[in-house]
């Protein structure tokens, strides 16, 4: 069993290499064109959730305020 284990790890590491050799200089820069592509839409996704993050961060901020200091009609509503 560890005969077999050991010689398909050299074989898929061979089918790495082989398939590398076959890629043309311009599939490489197609490549490399997707993972910019890629990354610049991750990079707009995580600036999303940061400016979500900061709105609910300040949404919390004013709530916790306004239980801490209180509302400015407490003291002026009149219980019959």
Do not use: K, N, T
């Not at 050991?6 to 590491?13: D, G, N, Q, T």
């Not at 197609?30 to 961060?57: Q, S, Y």
């Not at 300040?58 to 801490?68: I, T």
């Amino acid at each position: 069993m560890r005969a077999v284990r050991l010689s398909v790890v050299p074989a898929r590491l061979g089918m790495v290499m082989f398939g590398m050799a076959g890629v043309s200089v311009g599939d490489v820069g197609v490549m490399r064109r997707l993972l910019v592509i890629a990354g610049l839409v991750l990079l707009r996704r995580f600036a999303m959730v940061l400016g979500r993050l900061l709105v609910m961060l300040s949404g919390s901020l004013m709530v916790l305020s306004s239980l801490v200091h209180g509302s400015s009609r407490v003291g002026q509503l009149q219980v019959p």
